[in-house]
């Protein structure tokens, strides 16, 4: 059974600071790695997507991937207010193009 | 504009009927894909479907059933069956074999069974 696990939360952070999602996963094939973020009664949207080891950054988010420890991170810096959300993070698997969705970090930037 | 439309946005289910949730793609795309979501909880997908007329059983299929006649178009129908079908209901599609199968999600239908 794959699995990908996400603290719930909430994380709640001040206005300006940087947050620091974080999402474990259990198969060691997995290659492909999402972000996305969902607002309250909304549908899931993609922030961004990582493959190779190391940081990806775009714009004030920054995704981070360390395979050998099978976690994959998204930091927010300059955090906003309309930045609170629910983050998913997915994972999918070499040779398949079926991702695993974690539960979602709840994320509260407070002013 | 290229996307991908759910309608209706809400829907009201009485006990024992079947109803049908649309999902349309313009975006070409070859994959598409049905998840429900219970409040505090991921996604779970439902069915799957690569190519026309041919789709697959997802982790929830059982009181569900789907259809995949066009590539544009992979309706739901929640059925008599499904005895907790209150959800939040998500229709995806991919491109499958690019160089990222990135899903992009539809607005959504939010199912209520009265």
């Known amino acids: 059974q794959k699995e990908v696990e996400q603290n719930s939360g909430p994380l709640s952070v001040p206005e300006g600071a940087i947050a620091s999602l974080n999402c474990t996963y259990s198969?060691?094939?997995?290659?492909?790695f999402f972000w996305y973020r969902q607002y309250s009664g909304k549908s899931p949207e993609l922030i961004m997507f990582?493959?190779?080891?190391g940081d990806k950054e775009d714009g004030r988010f920054t995704a981070q991937l360390n395979k050998a420890s099978q976690y994959v991170s998204l930091l927010i810096r300059d955090s906003q207010p309309s930045d609170s959300a629910t983050y998913l993070c997915?994972?999918?698997?070499?040779?398949?193009?079926?991702?695993?969705f974690g539960r979602g970090t709840s994320l509260i930037v407070h002013p | 504009d290229g996307g991908i439309t759910q309608s209706p946005k809400y829907l009201f289910r009485k006990e024992g009927q079947n109803v049908t949730l649309s999902c349309e793609q313009n975006l070409n795309h070859d994959a598409m894909y049905w998840y429900r979501q219970d409040p505090g909880q991921g996604l779970r997908l439902i069915y799957y479907s690569q190519i026309v007329n041919d789709f697959q059983k997802g982790d929830i299929a059982e009181g569900y059933s789907v259809s995949r006649e066009k590539k544009e178009s992979f309706p739901l129908t929640v059925t008599s069956a499904q005895k907790n079908p209150t959800a939040f209901y998500l229709c995806?599609?991919?491109?499958?074999?690019?160089?990222?199968?990135?899903?992009?999600f539809g607005p959504g239908t939010r199912l209520t069974v009265l």
């Open positions: 990582i493959y190779s080891n």
């Open positions: 995806a599609s991919s491109i499958v074999g690019g160089h990222t199968d990135t899903q992009y």
């Open positions: 997915a994972v999918m698997s070499g040779g398949s193009y079926i991702p695993t």
């Open positions: 198969d060691r094939g997995s290659q492909s």
